[in-house]
């Protein structure tokens, strides 16, 4: 799992992998991104 990023270039924490193997965003990302979308449907 050693090297592995996410788009942003935050290194994928090996839990947070085997927690969520789908997850695409680091969480200040996806935090950053809901709060973007509760914007928009506001």
Same mark, same amino acid.
């Given at each position: ?9 935050? %290194?994928?924490? =090996?839990?947070?992998? /085997? ?11 996806? %935090?950053?991104? =809901?709060?973007?979308? /509760?914007?928009?449907?506001?």
């Amino acid at each position: 799992m050693d090297g592995l990023l996410f788009a942003c270039g935050v %290194r994928i924490n =090996e839990q947070r992998l /085997l927690a969520d193997p789908a997850a695409s965003m680091c969480f200040d990302c996806q %935090r950053r991104e =809901e709060g973007e979308m /509760l914007c928009r449907t506001l």
